[in-house]
């Protein structure tokens, strides 16, 4: 993992870079000529997909937190990382504190510091474009992020928030598309003040509405009698080893399996293994499509500018993954693409293109525009061969060698980051 001193990682409406991985180093050959269907939405109010879009059944997004592209895939080949010369980066941040301009290096520890990351602190790191800000940002400790959080909507008279827009949870019911979105319990994995580094812990489960699990709070998810639907991740194990999986699903760890800072790299990374294993040994494997992604930049180093669309963004880039027995193997994917294009893929898929519109669904939305139709916005479908025989699975080893250090003991790994190899 590639640092800079003291910094962190990137925002929750991230501009996407995606580094995209087949699961198999067996060659898939095609077995029949692609076709292609016309789905609405898009710029244009209508584009062509390919048809083997819908040989995926399940959609799976699994979220962890606050890394940067380049702090993860900065020396990924073929990945637009570090800006290198002669083996050397050529891309350094100033050092407010002693003048210097540091280089990004690689970090082994298995635990480190992140940076402050709230809307404020975006901006900060960005700089006007130089992206040298965020050691500044770190060191300054992010006190002017503002507020905790913004809730937009109406307020219950217990005090906790009622979204009254839609979510793309309604769309799929409206179209009986099956979903379930699937919480790891312990603590939440950020503070709800984004430019806090640290904050007292607070409890999440599947049961408690919070930052991690805000469906609760839709008052869609409670008209259609879908709160059941938000369920335990011990769920989706037994869904994935039964071949019940629902066509769409959302994983979303606790603190301790994140990756957050300070939770242990390599707790978040033994858990998204196991849930991917899960996967992979399910019934539903021939027919999934797996996107891992991670929420925010977290205050570490990202060397690109964020691309602006609107007032909203987007942010600093963020690793992102595609797994699949259609991924395109060894591909890495150069279009710009945010959090937006998981909702086009799904509605693409499942919903005949239809967008999160008030203009066709008829529900209010905050945004500013309907996010899934910028054109600066690419495709996911790019990063899949669906005319390839569907690619065997390959199981990872859940603890591997890595070069890792200071990992806390196995007595101290959380649960969910404790399933066995194989």
Known sequence: MTTLKRTAVICAVAALALAVVATSSANGSATSPAHVERVSGGPTGGYVVPAGIHKIKHVIVIQQENR???SYFGTFPGAAGIPMQNGRPSACVNDPATG???APFVD???VNGGGPHS????TADV???SMDGFIGQAESGGA?????????GRTSTSGQPIYAWTDLTYLLHR???SWGYYVVSGNEPDCQNPAAETCAPIRQSSNTPGIWNPLPWFDTVKADHQLGNIQSVKKFYAAAKAGTLPAVSWVVPSGAVSEHPPAPVSYGQSYVTSVINAVMKSPDWSSTAIFLAWDDWGGFYDHVVPPTVDQNGYGLRIPGIVISPYARQGYVDHQTLSFDAYDKFIEDDFLNGQRLNPASDGRPDPRPDVRENKKVLGNLTNDFNFT???RAPVVLPVHPQTTLTGTPSASQLAPAATASDG
């Not at 002017?144 to 937009?152: N, Q």
Request: with cysteine.
């Open 68 to 70: 940067s592209f380049d």
């Open 388 to 390: 390839q025989r569907p």
């Open 144 to 152: 002017s992020g503002g507020p905790a959080v913004t809730k937009r």
């Open 108 to 110: 082994h520890a298995d």
């Open 127 to 129: 700089n006007g474009g």
């Open 119 to 122: 809307q404020v602190n975006a």
């Open 100 to 102: 210097a301009c540091v």
């Open 175 to 177: 179209s009986h598309v």
